[in-house]
């Protein structure tokens, strides 16, 4: 009986010691799943911070991104305005084909020129030209003549069915007003420019004004596409929305959260600093919270199942806030395609390394592919984009520790990079010129792939903008584009200079052949044998009556790029026709001129046409004119070369193949091709460092020409010496400042009447 009643009273223990178990593992679980819910709360909270925080980022990039390109558009325009503010007359009929021509570089779909009232005439992206098109109720005519830039909100354009931006800037001279440039951009693309960099397309952006009307509306469908303004259509609580108004009113940037259709948003906003605009970036708050919502589920489950696993929870919970941090940070700062640093990271992350390594020295190096287009047309985008990747992983292998690196745009990929000397720059490049060469894919076709690099020294007491430096190099590889291999140049002011010089000579050029401003001169050509006249080279030079003789060296590549080397041919051809017949009537005629031929020239569908009508119209004989090409036409395009040359010959001209020596010279071509002449390059001399056995080639070339029928003339001849050596060795004609330079027509016929012709003259 007593160990019975012992019995019960230790089973009442051990059931007390259970419910008080019991009771503390209960409080245990209620503390614990108390403690939880705080702590989710506190992650709840800490991560609407952060997404607040990240949307803000957006929204500041979001505004550089329009302000960059609002300002590169303000500083194209500015550029023209200024162009045509120096000019002494503006001529609006030669100048709208000059703005076409601009305007193929740019966005723009019209620009033109607007009066006081209101009054246009302009050229479209198509080249068609307007007039007296009234746009004075567009609310930016009088601004602009006050000396503002101005750039109107989103409205109808005057023509088509477009909704456009207007951009107007001043042309001032002498500090006056005298006229305005406008232009006209398609409002798609600022919408366009907006939603590419919105969380990498889940988000999306307007832009607002401070009344919070729509200036540029998104086209998302889950955006009221009926209400004029970002206030009216959504769910704002009454503080959130007086505070934006507020915001809006005053010019300050916040954020907001608001429901439409059931969705919850987050919202920011900022000033962009142009006219009264915002930028409104707008994320659904389920992209936001998308890995959040994951982390909820996953510590439900967890606490439910076990307290044993809270620790495992609260490590859980850092590594899904980092990965939810890394995520938002890819969707805003990585290149899709190379998986690398987009531009707005590499802005960031480069300005952040030149701060912190304030003793390194560190350039900015600029990579383009050359040609890049014909890769996709060729190969296909697919291919082109795998090179992309294939370069891009390439040179990421190469980047130390304070270096970065991006792509920009389509095939550019940029850097910035600590050097000790410039050697190690060029060993870079040439690092990344063969990577780019050594793509499989393209390799096996034998297609090379050339790319320019421009490169641009940070100076630490340099007082412009990382922005600034990245232009510059820019520059430096605009500078070095149409070369033809692989080539890395250093930027200097000298490009710049060069790059507004070529600017205003390409807005003048039109005028300056109108004016008579182009000069044909003419170089003697001395026979060797009898020391007389026995032709000239006609040159064209450029007689500014403000800047005096312009050489040709600062403009013929100019006018070989832009196409108008083809007027100039032409030109020249009908200068040296109409000297020649001069001669003829007055009994001094020179020997034969020779004309330069252009690349583009030879291409043009009336080449020979033109030429042998030219001729035939000022009644010049047979062997009177005579057309230089260099030997890279043979090698561009050898049909059409030799088709061209027959034809001429049948009209009476004398051909010849001029610089040959000074390129990729072949006799095995020279020996198949019907020229007349063979002009040799005394560079070829200069060059060299073997002088006897370059002599030796030079009279085995002028033997076997003469072998070949050909006459042989040397050009660029500067001494005595070398007069006696071409002799010597049997050369016909000499050209070169040892005898003149190049004279005006009058001063030749000049030099030809004082010319010795008994023999003696050397």
């Not at 009279?699 to 500067?718: N, Q």
Request: glycine content about 6%; hydrophobic content about 40%; aromatic content about 12%.
């Amino acid at each position: 009986m007593f160990k019975s009643f012992y019995s019960n009273i230790k089973n009442k223990k051990n059931n007390i010691m259970k419910d008080r178990l019991t009771v503390v593992a209960a409080v245990f679980c209620v503390i614990f799943i108390g403690l939880c819910i705080l702590f989710l709360n506190y992650c709840k909270i800490q991560n609407e911070l952060e997404s607040q925080k990240y949307i803000k980022e957006i929204a500041e990039n979001s505004k550089t991104t329009v302000n960059k390109q609002i300002e590169d558009d303000f500083q194209t325009l500015d550029g023209v305005a200024k162009m045509i503010g120096g000019l002494e007359e503006i001529n609006y009929d030669t100048i709208l084909p000059v703005l076409k021509t601009i305007n193929d570089d740019n966005a723009f779909i019209r620009m033109g020129f607007v009066d006081k009232n209101g009054i246009t005439m302009g050229v479209d992206i198509d080249g068609t030209q307007y007039k007296d098109i009234d746009i004075s109720d567009k609310g930016f005519v009088e601004k602009v003549y006050a000396g503002e830039r101005v750039i109107t909100n989103t409205q109808k354009a005057e023509i088509g069915d477009l909704y456009v931006n207007f951009y107007a800037v001043p042309i001032i001279r002498g500090g006056r007003v005298i006229s305005a440039l406008c232009a006209v951009r398609a409002a798609e693309s600022l919408h366009n420019i907006l939603n590419n960099s919105v969380y990498a397309g889940n988000g999306f952006a307007h832009i607002v004004d401070s009344q919070g009307n729509y200036v540029i509306r998104s086209k998302r469908p889950t955006v009221d596409q009926n209400s004029p303004d970002i206030i009216t259509p959504y769910n704002y609580d009454d503080s959130s929305k007086e505070k934006l108004k507020s915001d809006l009113r005053n010019g300050q940037a916040g954020n907001i959260e608001y429901y439409y259709n059931g969705e919850k948003r987050w919202a920011a906003y900022t000033p962009i600093g142009v006219n009264d605009w915002f930028v409104f970036c707008v994320v659904p708050s389920a992209d936001i919270s998308r890995y959040y919502s994951n982390m909820i589920i996953g510590i439900v489950g967890i606490i439910l199942g076990s307290a044993l696993l809270f620790l495992f929870l609260l490590i859980r919970i850092r590594r899904m806030g980092e990965r939810s941090r890394r995520e938002l940070e890819k969707l805003a700062f990585v290149d899709s395609l190379t998986g690398y640093r987009n531009e707005q990271k590499f802005m960031i992350d480069a300005e952040e390394a030149i701060r912190k390594n304030s003793e390194e020295n560190y350039a900015i190096l600029y990579a383009d592919i050359k040609n890049f287009k014909y890769v996709n047309g060729i190969f296909g985008y697919d291919v082109g984009d795998k090179l992309l990747k294939y370069w891009a992983d390439g040179i990421n292998k190469t980047i130390r520790d304070g270096e970065v690196f991006a792509r920009f745009n389509v095939d550019n990929l940029v850097s910035i990079r600590k050097y000790k000397v410039k050697d190690e720059l060029k060993g870079f490049f040439e690092t990344a010129k063969k990577r780019l060469c050594t793509y499989p894919d393209i390799q096996k076709y034998k297609f090379k792939i050339e790319m320019y690099m421009g490169i641009y020294l940070i100076n630490q007491n340099d007082n412009i903008s990382l922005r600034d430096m990245l232009n510059r190099a820019n520059v430096a590889v605009k500078a070095i584009k149409n070369s033809g291999e692989s080539r890395m140049v250093y930027y200097n002011d000298k490009m710049r200079e060069e790059h507004l010089r070529e600017i205003e000579m390409e807005s003048r050029m039109e005028t300056a052949l109108d004016n008579g401003e182009f000069k044909m001169y003419l170089q003697p050509k001395i026979d060797c044998r009898t020391y007389k006249v026995a032709g000239a080279e006609a040159l064209v030079r450029w007689k500014d009556p403000n800047k005096g003789i312009i050489p040709p060296s600062e403009f013929i590549s100019l006018f070989e790029r832009n196409g108008f080397i083809v007027s100039i041919d032409r030109f020249m051809l009908e200068e040296a026709c109409r000297f020649y017949k001069r001669c003829l009537e007055s009994g001094d005629v020179p020997g034969p001129i020779s004309v330069n031929v252009s690349r583009k020239g030879l291409w043009q569908p009336d080449f020979v046409e033109f030429y042998t009508g030219t001729k035939e119209r000022y009644n010049i004989p047979d062997g009177g004119i005579e057309l230089e090409f260099t030997e890279s036409f043979v090698f561009e395009d050898y049909k059409l070369f030799i088709s061209s040359v027959s034809q001429l010959h049948k009209a009476g001209f004398s051909c010849s193949l001029d610089d040959f020596g000074a390129g990729q010279s072949s006799l095995n071509v020279l020996k198949n091709i019907p020229i007349d002449t063979l002009k040799l390059d005394m560079l070829f001399f200069r060059e060299s460092n073997n002088s006897l056995r370059d002599k030796k080639l030079w009279k085995s070339i002028i033997e076997m020409a003469k072998a070949l029928d050909m006459k042989t003339v040397s050009e660029g001849v500067e001494n005595t010496e070398q007069v006696e050596y071409l002799k010597e060795i049997g050369c016909d004609l000499i050209q070169g400042f040892v005898f003149s330079k190049p004279l005006p027509a009058e001063e030749f016929i000049s030099f030809i009447k004082n010319w010795r012709n008994d023999g003696d003259k050397q």
